[in-house]
């Protein structure tokens, strides 16, 4: 057994089950290895970005790292925007690295770099297995960093000689800690903030909102004390619709989250950070707490959050009846076709229990509204702001819940970035239905040129967020790659295409041309 055997049955050991891969040369050993480990499902990704974003939909869904496979220090980079998302998402990655063997590096061969420095910005954990020996365990390793509490990207580098050199045998998982138990004085604290009369807000977020238990336990304070109930603007799950707990996100825009925040004396986050804006502006705060708001941080991320809101709710003597989103459709509209019309249609046909993955940006505006009285689903958004995640999270997603409906609301810009997925989608038959929304431009970035003070754009300014001339054929991009797809110009005909493509079992598109708002 040599190393890279020793290193996938020990990832197998310990419950990752998909690598999802780009491999090269000094990976070839680890390739070659998965044919005599079934247990682990390969899926290959034809650009790095698809394979991060893939690993950090499955870990969303599945609740479980999913390894991926990255070439050096370029294949890192390549993958990184990705993995920033899910490092700002605290999603659970086993990020494997081949790299030169140990007495090459030395010769600065001409794909040498520094992996542990591009590996390390993303704050998470990260190791280069030296030796056969301890591959295995460094393996073990990196599965219980990545799965931690509250998640994180562990990177593990493998150098090509001790992938291929003999190993002792894989290892068994590592034990993990318990959860540290909720700070009484804390709880205390918080209780006796939000009995004071003062108008209160509680903002949650992380492992909070991905599940029924965390959103009844954060209604139940809310109900319990009249303070408003808020998650974060990006989420990474956020579990929504019929019969659950509604939960008010916050803005995009720093002006939305200051107008939805004026006036509060109390904010008690739970898993999450008081609210900042995206980016700085010049005359305008970065900082969204409006003044004379105390700040009030429940728990820190080695407490189960979950067991801390009920905690909170007990002290308060709250109720465990909790009030619920009504279910509700929207007809189907008939028209011509706006991000407002879409999101209807979207609304009328949404199946039960998909799981949507939102990249849709600025055209996807009224898509939140418009599918929150449908039956209970999952909602995944661009957490760490990175463009380019929509269509590898729905990817690994699929992977993750193959009995489930995954929905892509797809930018048309961002969607350029990492379009190879759809080919992934095809080859693995995944049950993704993508809705590319095509204005024919970088809508938010228009929006953005004029909230930041540029000045006023010139012709050549304009022409960088234009994306026509020549339009994007996304029906044809599709098909290149496998995936059926058809394109729709007013509401009554995307109402149809998009019945048509949800039920297909396996991989559609429907390119939805749209104006900007």
């Known amino acids: 057994m040599n190393g890279a055997h020793a290193l996938i049955r020990t990832l197998v050991n310990c419950g990752v089950e998909v690598c999802f891969t780009n491999p090269g040369t000094s990976e070839m050993h680890f390739v070659a290895a998965l044919d005599d480990v079934p247990e682990m499902r390969g899926v290959l990704g034809l650009f790095e970005g698809v394979v991060t974003g893939a690993a950090d939909g499955y870990a969303r869904v599945a609740g479980k790292p999913a390894a991926t496979l990255l070439h050096l220090g370029p294949g890192l980079a390549n993958g990184w925007a990705n993995l920033h998302n899910a490092r700002r998402g605290h999603t659970p990655v086993v990020n494997i690295v081949g790299d030169h063997a140990l007495d090459h590096k030395r010769l600065d061969a001409p794909l040498e770099s520094d992996i542990e420095g591009l590996a390390r910005a993303l704050e998470g954990w990260v190791r280069t297995s030296t030796s056969t020996d301890d591959v295995a365990r460094d393996a073990a390793d990196a599965v219980l960093a990545a799965s931690e509490p509250p998640g994180r990207v562990a990177t593990l580098i493998l150098p090509a000689d001790v992938s291929w050199s003999e190993a002792r045998g894989p290892a068994e998982p590592m034990p993990a800690a318990a959860p540290a138990a909720p700070y009484e004085a804390r709880t205390e604290s918080v209780a006796e903030a939000l009995r004071d009369g003062q108008p209160a807000a509680l903002l949650v977020g992380g492992r ?73 502006y010049p005359d305008k705060p970065g900082e969204l707490t409006p003044d004379g708001c105390q700040v009030h941080e429940l728990c820190d991320g080695a407490v189960d959050p979950i067991e801390a809101l009920n905690l909170l709710a007990d002290h308060l003597g709250a109720a465990d009846e909790v009030p619920v989103a009504d279910a509700g459709r ?3 509209p008939t028209g011509p076709l706006t991000a407002e019309t879409m999101a209807a249609a979207l609304g009328h046909l949404l199946p039960d229990g998909a799981v949507v993955s939102d990249e849709g940006n600025t055209a996807g505006l009224f898509v939140s509204g418009a599918t929150e009285g449908c039956a209970p689903h999952d909602w995944l958004t661009l957490t760490g702001g990175s463009i380019g ?129």
């Open 208 to 280: 909070v909102v991905g599940s029924e238990a965390g959103l009844v336990a954060a209604a139940r304070v809310a109900a319990a004390t009249g303070a408003r109930l808020l998650c974060e603007t990006f989420p990474a799950r956020l579990r929504r619709g019929a019969g659950l707990p509604k939960v008010e996100r916050l803005g995009y825009l720093a002006e939305f989250t200051q107008m939805q925040l004026d006036g509060l004396r109390h904010l008690v986050v739970v898993d999450t950070k008081a609210p900042v804006s995206f980016f700085a």
């Open 389 to 517: 995640q929509g269509l590898p999270l729905a990817t690994g997603a699929a992977v993750a819940a193959p009995d489930r409906k995954v929905v892509c609301l797809q930018a048309d810009g961002s969607a350029m970035y990492t379009l190879q997925a759809l080919w992934t989608q095809a080859r693995e038959g995944l049950d993704v239905t993508t809705i590319i929304l095509n204005n024919g431009s970088y809508a938010i970035l228009n929006m953005e040129l004029a909230r930041v003070g540029a000045g006023e754009p010139g012709p050549t300014a304009l022409s960088m967020l234009d994306i026509g001339r020549p339009d994007l054929d996304f029906c044809a991009l599709a098909q290149g790659m496998g995936v059926p797809a058809e394109r729709a110009t007013d509401a009554e005909g995307f109402t149809a295409a998009l019945e048509r493509a949800l039920a297909i079992e396996g991989p559609a598109l429907v390119e939805a041309i749209i104006p900007p708002l």
């Open 330 to 332: 929207p007809a189907a």
